[in-house]
């Protein structure tokens, strides 16, 4: 599971973390959990014009992100969050079974919820990489 703002930083710094880990879910290494809220907050939050990103890439990458993902219905969760507005993303990432969600703004959620990791990209990126490297 994505928050938005992995996407954000995906987008504006190529060559980082959040960058690395939008190229997995691209690539087919991991699948992306979505509902209709988060694909709509991605479209909204991409195109906001203090990003200055192009509008058709941004239709073009959450075209692919629901294509290539996995939709999920998510029962609603009563859970008191820092901020409400990202219990969407919580919804979906324990709907859904996810492994992780990833943030970068980690005390948005907590450490962790219901068993749910809940970790910034550069830290999902050495879990990933380590369980990886474990299966081979």
């Given at each position: 599971?994505?928050?938005?703002?992995?996407?954000?930083?995906?987008?504006?710094?190529?060559?980082?973390?959040?960058a690395r880990v939008l190229d997995l879910?691209?690539?087919?290494?991991?699948?992306?959990?979505?509902?209709?809220?988060?694909?709509?907050?991605?479209?909204?939050?991409?195109?906001?014009?203090?990003?200055?990103?192009?509008?058709?890439?941004?239709?073009?990458?959450?075209?692919?992100?629901?294509?290539?993902?996995?939709?999920?219905?998510?029962?609603?969760?009563?859970?008191?969050?820092?901020?409400?507005?990202?219990?969407?993303?919580?919804?979906?990432?324990?709907?859904?079974?996810?492994?992780?969600?990833?943030?970068?703004?980690?005390?948005?959620?907590?450490?962790?919820?219901?068993?749910?990791?809940?970790?910034?990209?550069?830290?999902?990126?050495?879990?990933?990489?380590r369980e990886k490297k474990q299966s081979?």
């Amino acid at each position: 599971m994505l928050d938005t703002n992995v996407l954000v930083s995906a987008l504006l710094k190529p060559g980082g973390n959040p960058a690395r880990v939008l190229d997995l879910v691209v690539g087919g290494a991991l699948i992306l959990l979505w509902d209709s809220r988060i694909l709509y907050e991605y479209r909204e939050v991409l195109r906001r014009s203090k990003f200055s990103l192009d509008a058709l890439l941004v239709d073009d990458l959450v075209a692919l992100l629901e294509k290539i993902g996995e939709s999920v219905t998510p029962l609603p969760l009563s859970y008191s969050i820092p901020d409400q507005d990202d219990l969407p993303f919580l919804e979906v990432a324990l709907g859904g079974c996810a492994a992780a969600l990833v943030t970068g703004n980690t005390k948005d959620y907590g450490p962790s919820v219901k068993g749910l990791s809940i970790v910034n990209p550069a830290d999902f990126l050495r879990i990933f990489g380590r369980e990886k490297k474990q299966s081979s």
